[in-house]
């Protein structure tokens, strides 16, 4: 199985065109099973993850979610202005 991260913002440049592909044995259970996955895979995303919305089409997940039954989840970092 590949699970699909699609980056926005900031986090768009820590990944190959805005995209990381995760190649996974087993699927994770929960959302945040699959964000701790992601960060040993690309460690320079680890600290902003806690940060960071995880979408699901129009759906922003909670950590303790179980993962959708996609292969394809978006990450959107804070936004600040005015």
Do not use: K, N
């Not at 960060?39 to 995880?54: F, I, K, N, S, Y």
């Amino acid at each position: 199985m590949i699970l699909h991260f699609d980056l926005y913002g900031e986090l768009e440049p820590l990944g190959e065109g805005g995209r990381i592909a995760l190649p996974l044995e087993h699927r994770p259970a929960t959302v945040a099973e699959a964000l701790a996955l992601l960060a040993e895979h690309c460690p320079p995303l680890q600290p902003r993850l806690g940060r960071c919305a995880v979408v699901w089409d129009t759906e922003v997940l909670l950590r303790s979610a179980p993962l959708p039954a996609t292969d394809q989840l978006a990450l959107l970092p804070p936004v600040a202005g005015g």
